[in-house]
Nanobody, 122 residues
Framework: QEQLVEFGGGLVQAGGSLRLSCEVS????????MGWFRQAPGKEREFVAVINWSGDITVYADSAKGRFSASRDIRKNTVYLQMSSLKSEDTAVYYC???????????????WGQGTQVTVSS
């Protein structure tokens, strides 16, 4: 079975930092590109970041560029999203996602975690 489980969400002050983790299980997901989406209240889910299996390619949404950084530890089957300079508009449920390549992750990933809430207070 394949599963993505997010950790690290919580409440953080504006300007602060937070690191999200996503643990991956399941043979099918091994070797896949991974990424992050988010959904704010009343909004559609939107792409945040993607990282390929080897970790040498990352792509970020404009809103995340320069502030967020995706990384992964293949041996631990874990992907991370380091978020810095957080703003109130970053408040959302963040979802870990996976698919066979970075384009599919960015545009319509097959596998989704349950999400973790990130709230940025002013």
């Amino acid at each position: 079975q394949e599963q993505l489980v997010e950790f690290g969400g919580g409440l953080v002050q504006a300007g602060g930092s937070l690191r999200l983790s996503c643990e991956v299980s399941g043979h099918t997901i091994n070797g896949y590109s991974m990424g992050w989406f988010r959904q704010a209240p009343g909004k559609e889910r939107e792409f945040v970041a993607v990282i390929n299996w080897s970790g040498d390619i990352t792509v970020y949404a404009d809103s995340a560029k320069g502030r967020f950084s995706a990384s992964r530890d293949i041996r631990k089957n874990t992907v991370y999203l380091q978020m810095s300079s957080l703003k109130s508009e970053d408040t959302a449920v963040y979802y870990c996602v996976a698919d066979v390549d970075t384009d599919r992750v960015r545009t319509g990933p097959r596998y989704w975690g349950q999400g973790t809430q990130v709230t940025v207070s002013s």
